[in-house]
């Protein structure tokens, strides 16, 4: 059961590239988030989704995007990139219903916009 | 909107003394709580949650947790620290009772113990 993958791990990017990250999960999670963590600041909310073909805006969207085609997966994607965005993203899925559960994270991938 | 304050942003101390990070919370409702750990090039995890009942809560590697409704409170606690414990912990509360689904997080205190 591999839980939450993220990929790439690590990436670098110039200004005004674009790149998706990836998220999947095998844990039949109906809600899945995307959060970036920045040094002092916690995390942050982007984007979640309550199930396939629904997302939703968290606390900082701008300048992202996601979609949910699949239960699986959720990935996100920067158009433009630029140098705030240089931030460790974090995917994370919960099951949704009212069963106690914890929300479980993936390992991160750190993204530098130069 | 709810808010996490972590007042402590870095907490240095030697092994095997004690430790209280602080967690408070402004929401007015019912809340669920959360301390996650993350270690050094890792990914959160969790170290112990509180959702209802007993409000001492315990977790893994030794940590517990108090929820005090009065004060808005869930500091996390360890008697005596080790140099694995060296971290970034985040306190997180969810909204609505029974649920993680929609999760506020604090900034974060880095514990740094020496050995």
């Known amino acids: 059961n591999a839980g939450v993958t993220q990929t790439p791990k690590f990436r670098i990017l110039k200004i005004g590239q674009s790149m998706t990250l990836q998220c999947t999960q095998d844990?039949?999670?109906?809600?899945m988030y995307w959060y970036r963590q920045d040094p002092g600041m916690g995390l942050k909310l982007i984007y979640y989704?309550?199930?396939?073909?629904?997302?939703d805006k968290g606390e900082v969207p701008n300048g992202y995007n996601v979609s949910r085609s699949t239960t699986e997966d959720f990935p996100l994607r920067l158009e433009l990139a630029a140098p705030s965005q240089t931030s460790v993203y974090f995917c994370?899925?919960?099951?949704?219903?009212?069963?106690?559960?914890?929300?479980?994270f993936g390992d991160g991938t750190r993204l530098s916009i130069l | 909107a709810q808010s996490v304050s972590q007042h402590n942003h870095h907490v240095i101390l030697s092994e095997a003394a004690s430790l209280e990070l602080g967690c408070n919370y402004s929401y007015g409702g019912t809340v669920n709580l959360f301390w996650y750990v993350q270690y050094p090039g890792q990914h959160l995890q969790l170290l112990l949650k509180y959702f209802s009942g007993d409000p001492l809560v315990k977790g893994i590697k030794g940590f517990e947790a108090e929820f005090i409704k009065s004060k808005f409170s869930f500091n996390l606690r360890k008697p005596s620290v080790q140099w694995s414990d060296t971290a970034e912990y985040f306190c997180?509360?969810?909204?609505?009772?029974?649920?993680?689904?929609?999760?506020?997080f604090g900034s974060g205190t880095q514990l740094t113990v020496l050995p």
């Open positions: 997180a509360i969810g909204r609505g009772s029974g649920s993680a689904r929609q999760l506020t």
């Open positions: 989704s309550v199930g396939a073909g629904i997302t």
């Open positions: 844990m039949n999670h109906n809600y």
């Open positions: 994370a899925s919960i099951r949704g219903d009212y069963s106690n559960q914890p929300q479980h």
